[in-house]
Nanobody, 121 residues
C-alpha cells in the first residue's frame, strides 16, 4: 500500500521558517522523482520544488528560489522542504508527490493528503 504522509505544517509569522517532512512507503522510493506542490484557495496546484533523485540538482519555482530547499534521504524514504523567509503568499496546502515516468508506458503519480502552511502575523 502506497503512502505519502506529510507533516510539519502550521502557523508561522512572516519571515519565519518551517520544515516539512514527507514519509513514503509502499513503493521503490529511490526510483521516483520527489516533489512538493502547493495549492492556495481558489488557485491551481503548483509545483514548488522537485528532486529527480538524490544525485540530481533540485529545481524550484521562481517564487521560492533562494528561500526553499528540497532534500531527500533514500535510506529513510523521506523527503523534506526547508522553507525560510516565509511570506504570506506562501500560505497554502503543501502536498508531497512521487512520480515515475517510464518511456512508452506513461507516468505514475502518488500524492499525500497535504499539510497546511499559514503565514500570518
Amino acid at each position: 500500500q502506497v503512502q505519502l504522509v506529510e507533516s510539519g505544517g502550521g502557523l508561522v509569522q512572516p519571515g519565519g521558517s518551517l520544515r516539512l517532512s514527507c514519509a513514503a512507503s509502499g513503493f521503490f522510493f529511490g526510483g521516483y522523482a520527489m516533489s512538493w506542490y502547493r495549492q492556495a484557495p481558489g488557485k491551481a496546484r503548483e509545483l514548488v520544488a522537485t528532486m529527480p533523485n538524490s544525485d540530481s540538482v533540485a529545481d524550484y519555482a521562481d517564487s521560492v528560489k533562494g528561500r526553499f530547499t528540497i532534500s531527500r534521504d533514500n535510506a529513510k524514504n523521506m523527503v523534506y522542504l526547508q522553507m525560510n523567509s516565509l511570506k504570506s503568499e506562501d500560505s497554502a496546502v503543501y502536498y508531497c508527490n512521487a512520480a515515475l515516468v517510464v518511456t512508452g508506458i506513461g507516468r505514475t503519480d502518488y500524492w499525500g493528503l497535504g499539510t497546511q502552511v499559514t503565514v500570518s502575523s
